[in-house]
């Protein structure tokens, strides 16, 4: 099965900083098949980004996700209150699907 | 609104069971792929089980298979995981959530309930 390897474990910011998180995969995701999730305590997993960069419906454009391969990023461009939360990527390329063990973006 | 709402979460004994549900609100279960996700205290997320729209394909994944049984009521909006022989390592709090599927295949999940806590210890 596919790893994914997310990092920074802990990525520490200011509001209205940009936040870039990068998820690695131990083999190429196949056709871009990647997505990320936002974690809040105590919440349940919302989804963010599917295919690798297409927003989900109602999610703000601030979030972008790239990549292709093995390396893909999440891009927060200026960093609100409500995005300081844990983000999961998760790969739905090849059986069974993998999620990476999170990043944690927390205010500095 | 789309909501899912877990229960059936507890403390139990290795080697023990128990039925978890999840009760579906906003859409019709019926034509849905869902999934059973898990996530060990302080840890990631670990796909557990799909169950396709029609009810008679599953997958599991290879941690649970052979103890754990998904299924679903559709005429209730309801989804069921049962869960036999439990181990220590099984502890973790239980998701359901939509799962995005095609060609048999899960994609990923969207939404996703606040989950029910199973705890499994001596």
């Known amino acids: 099965e596919i790893v994914l390897t997310q990092s920074p474990g802990t990525l520490s910011l200011s509001l209205g900083e940009r936040a870039t998180l990068s998820c690695r995969a131990s083999?190429?995701?196949?056709?871009?098949?990647l997505v990320w999730y936002q974690q809040k305590p105590g919440q349940a997993p919302r989804l963010l980004i599917y295919?690798?960069?297409s927003r989900a419906t109602g999610i703000p454009d601030r979030f972008s996700g790239s990549g292709s391969g093995t390396d893909f990023t999440l891009t927060i461009s200026r960093l609100e209150p409500e995005d300081f939360a844990v983000y999961y990527c998760?790969?739905?390329?090849?059986?069974?699907?993998?999620f990476g063990q999170g990043t944690k973006v927390e205010i500095k | 609104e789309v909501q899912l709402l877990e229960s059936g979460g507890g403390f139990v004994q290795p080697g023990g069971c128990l039925r978890l549900?999840?009760?579906?609100?906003?859409?019709?279960?019926?034509?849905?792929?869902m999934s059973w996700v898990r996530q060990a205290p302080g840890k990631g997320l670990e796909w557990v089980s799909v169950?396709?729209?029609?009810?008679?394909?599953?997958n599991y994944a290879d941690s649970v298979r052979g103890r754990f049984t998904i299924s679903r009521d559709d005429s209730k909006n309801m989804l069921f995981l049962q869960m036999n022989s439990l181990r220590v390592e099984d502890t973790a709090v239980y998701h359901c959530?939509?799962?995005?599927?095609?060609?048999?295949?899960?994609?990923?999940?969207?939404?996703w309930g606040q989950g029910t806590l199973v705890t499994v210890s001596s």
């Open positions: 083999q190429s995701v196949s056709s871009g098949y």
């Open positions: 295919a690798a960069s």
């Open positions: 959530a939509k799962a995005v599927a095609w060609n048999d295949e899960v994609r990923w999940f969207d939404p």
């Open positions: 549900s999840c009760v579906a609100s906003g859409f019709t279960l019926r034509s849905s792929a």
């Open positions: 169950i396709y729209s029609g009810g008679s394909s599953t």
């Open positions: 998760q790969q739905y390329g090849s059986s069974p699907v993998t």
